[in-house]
Structures are given as C-alpha cells and as structure tokens.
T-cell receptor
C-alpha cells in the first residue's frame, strides 16, 4: 500500500527540548512538505523540498529545521527557539511533473505535538 | 500579497445542495484545488481547476473563473458524512507549493 506515514500520532514534550517528527513516503514522490495547523485554522507551510538534499523555507520556518537525505524521508525538528510549538503537524508529498508540479498533495495522518 | 478568502462556517440540510465560495489574490496563479478534512484527520484532495469552468466528480463539482479570481465547491445530495472542513488552495507557478485558505466548516443538519 502506497502512502505517507507520520510518527508518533501524539507527542508530549517539555518546553526547551528539541523534538523530531518523522515523515516517510513510499509513493516515489519528489516533493515533500511540512505544514502546521492550529485549531480552526488553515495549513501554513513550514518547509518544502522538491528534490533530495535540497529544501526551502516556507512561510513560518523560524524555529524549525529539516533534512532531506533520502527521497522517502523528510523529518522535521521543532527546536526550542519555536515560541509556540503546540500544534498539529502535517506532512505531505506530491509529484513534480510539468511546469508547476503535480497539483495533488497526499497527506500523512499528522502528529499532534503538545509542549508544556 | 497573497490571500484567499472563504466563509468560516456554512450550515446545510441533509439531501440539499451547498456552495462554498473562494476568492483569491496571488501572483503566478496556476490553479485552484479543494481539500476536505474531517476533525482530527488529514486533508484529502477533492478537485483541481486550472481552466475556467466546471469540473464534476460525482456529487462534488468545482468551478473556476480566472478573470474574477473566484472559485467555488458545490456539494450535492448532502450526506451527514460530508460534515467536515473544506479548504481552497491556490497553486502557484513559481514553485511546487500550495497556499491554503483558512477553511470552511460545513455542518449538516438532518
């Protein structure tokens, strides 16, 4: 079964600790994305990567870091510099064919992070 | 700048038809997508419009007018399971990234 997995589903951390969220896909997609969603809000782009070993900041990258060492994996680290890290984090992937890429994004089930 | 506007909440009756509107302002517009998200779940892709006109997929249809920077999602024969949040999203030609609206929460009454 092709898809995107994120782990864990729920994560609790103390303030001041870095935490890494996992995202793996077996869809053979080139592009991967990390979004943050706050209650009652839309999705805001944190980072995206169009190919291995390359990634770009999204709209709210401060306090976050990523790596893309393998096509299948795009982990997100929430650092202690992120002022308000409690949120629902969603990973997505898409193909990149054509001028503007593949318009359909496939999402993982998300990780709900709570920092106290 | 870039912005997308959609109503925050819509209520409809089971079996009826509902239209969710989306207006956008962005540079490098390439297409408009719609996603559905149930509470606590992940967004799932519903439709995409790159050209003006109506695209139909079963009970759901999506419309785009590029000249008016406007689109809508039309849901017919509403079912209780359609209760969810619906997001419009603009795809830009400058990069493989999508800008999402804030979402419309659709509540369906029996």
């Amino acid at each position: 079964d092709g898809g995107i997995t994120q782990s864990p589903k729920y994560l609790f951390r103390k303030e001041g600790q870095n935490v890494t969220l996992s995202c793996e896909q077996n869809l053979n997609h080139d592009a991967m994305y990390w979004y943050r969603q706050d209650p009652g809000q839309g999705l805001r782009l944190i980072y995206y990567s169009q190919i291995v070993n390359d990634f770009q900041k999204g709209d709210i990258a401060e306090g976050y870091s990523v790596s893309r060492e393998k096509k299948e994996s795009f982990p997100l680290t929430v650092t202690s510099a992120q002022k308000n890290p409690t949120a629902f984090y969603l990973c997505a992937s898409s193909g990149t064919g054509g001028l503007a890429g593949n318009y359909e994004q496939y999402f993982g089930p998300g990780t709900r992070l709570t920092v106290t | 700048g870039q912005s997308l506007e959609q109503p925050s909440e819509v209520t409809a009756v089971e079996g009826a038809i509902v239209q969710i509107n989306c207006t956008y302002q962005t540079s490098g517009f390439y297409g408009l997508s719609w996603y559905q998200q149930h509470d606590g779940g992940a967004p799932t892709f519903l439709s995409y419009n790159a050209l003006d006109g109506l695209e139909e997929t079963g009970r759901f249809s999506s419309f785009l007018s590029r000249s008016d920077s406007y689109g809508y999602l039309l849901l017919q024969e509403l079912q209780m399971k359609d209760s969810a949040s619906y997001f419009c999203a603009v795809m830009r030609s400058s990069a493989s990234k999508i800008i999402f609206g804030s979402g419309t929460r659709l509540s369906i009454r029996p």
